[in-house]
């Protein structure tokens, strides 16, 4: 069975911190996804990581899939409130239509 | 905007009546899915329809009730629900099956969710 962990699972940081928030398997996914969900909202999409070891950025935002694909990790510089919300990552479970989503990493930036 | 929506945004029923869900995506895609996500819990796939046709049912019980009319519309009917079932319920979407007939892209995009209390 596919799992996917993330942790931590709860960070509170202030403003102007860097975090990191690891997603890991035993598994090989052919891609990851990377998610933010606001309370009472759908996750939204970030990212999609395919290929092993790549690096994708968006602003301040820095996504890694590991070499082997079967971890991933979302680095934030300098958080902002803005940023508070679930990360989820998810990826689609092999020969099946289903996605095997993490257990979620809840932050909260405070200002 | 995410190209899905979902109606209504927020439902209260009783266990006794009869209620839908709507999904729509106006992304092209082949797949759709409905998720269910209670408070402090990961999200659980309940339906995958690819191409109208059901893929997977994961073991839910019969009170929901999914129909796929085309690849652009999705609904969950609900009946005689308990309170336990008070959940986001989210509807998503990704391209399916590829051209050659393999499983294509999987990249999901989610709707806003229906907020469900069940009284």
């Known amino acids: 069975t596919q799992l996917l962990e993330q942790s931590p699972q709860f960070l509170s940081i202030q403003e102007g911190e860097n975090l990191t928030v690891y997603c890991n398997s035993s598994?090989?996914?052919?891609?990851l996804q990377w998610y933010r969900q606001e309370p009472g909202e759908g996750p939204v999409l970030l990212v999609t990581v395919v290929t092993g070891g790549e690096v994708k950025k968006l602003k301040r935002l820095t996504f890694q899939f590991g070499d082997a694909r079967k971890d991933s990790s979302l680095h934030i510089t300098a958080a902002q409130p803005g940023d508070t919300g679930l990360y989820l990552c998810a990826g689609p479970a092999s020969g099946t239509y289903k996605y095997i989503f993490g257990t979620g990493t809840r932050l909260k930036v405070l200002a | 905007e995410t190209g899905v929506t979902q109606t209504p945004r927020h439902l209260v029923m009783g266990m006794t009546n009869k209620k839908s869900l709507k999904c729509e995506q106006h992304l092209g895609h082949n797949a759709m899915y409905w998720y269910k996500q209670s408070a402090k819990k990961p999200l659980e796939l309940m339906f995958v329809y690819n191409f109208k046709e059901q893929t997977e049912n994961n073991s839910v019980p019969s009170r929901f009730s999914p129909e796929c009319p085309n690849s652009s519309h999705l609904f969950l009917h609900l009946h005689t629900l308990q309170p336990e079932d008070s959940a986001l319920y989210l509807c998503?979407?990704?391209?399916?099956?590829?051209?050659?007939?393999?499983?294509?892209?999987?990249?999901?995009?989610f709707g806003p969710g229906t907020r469900l209390l069940v009284l």
């Open positions: 998503a979407s990704s391209p399916g099956t590829s051209l050659a007939g393999g499983l294509g892209p999987r990249t999901q995009y």
């Open positions: 598994s090989v996914f052919s891609s």
